[in-house]
Each structure stands twice: as C-alpha cells, then as structure tokens.
C-alpha cells in the first residue's frame, strides 16, 4: 500500500460508520447518504487544548489562562466549552425522549 492510501483510508472508514452501525448494531435500514438520523455531535481537534488539559488535570472546556490557554487558545477553549455543553444537551434530549 502507498502512503498516499493509507492517509485516506481513516477517512474511507470513518465515512462507513453511521452505515454499519445502523445496521449491525440498530437493525435498521441503511442510511441514505447525508442522512444523520443518529448524529449527535462532530468534535473537532481542539489543537492544543488536550496536552495542556492533560498537564493541568481538568477538563479541556475548563482551562485558564494560567493552565497556558492564552490568547487565541483560550477562544477555542470556549469553543471546546460549548460543543461539549451542546453534545451533553443533544445526549440528555435523547434520552428524555426515550
């Protein structure tokens, strides 16, 4: 295999995903493509934000500027904050409608 297939191969696979799970583990029908009937949410790289998550013993969405998230990092640590706050929001959703 040449490098330049296996730097798309992550991609072949993860876009694979909703489809087997759909199937094999719901039972359902296949999905039609673009279609995210059990999407919850997409998390991102979040760049640096998990060494210095790691080093300061907190949660990503929680670090400071003295944990090192300055400047610009510390926009994507609110980003970070309200993706996760979305993803808990869509998971409680979920389950309240069940």
């Known amino acids: 295999m040449s490098r330049s ?3 798309r191969s992550p991609e072949r696979w993860l ?3 909703p ?3 759909s ?3 719901l039972n359902e029908q296949a999905l039609s493509s673009g279609e995210a009937l059990h999407h ?3 998390l991102r790289n979040y760049r640096s934000l998990m060494p210095l998550a790691r080093d300061a ?3 990503m969405f ?3 500027a003295a944990d090192g998230a300055l400047g610009s990092t510390q926009k994507y640590v609110q980003t970070c904050y309200r993706e996760f706050k979305g993803l808990a929001e869509n998971v409680l959703d ?3 409608d069940r």
Request: glycine share 8%.
């Open 23 to 25: 199937s094999a583990v």
């Open 57 to 59: 013993r907190k949660p």
């Open 5 to 7: 297939n296996g730097s």
């Open 15 to 17: 876009g694979r995903i």
């Open 19 to 21: 489809h087997v799970y």
């Open 62 to 64: 929680e670090l400071k």
């Open 40 to 42: 919850i949410a997409t």
């Open 94 to 96: 979920r389950v309240a």
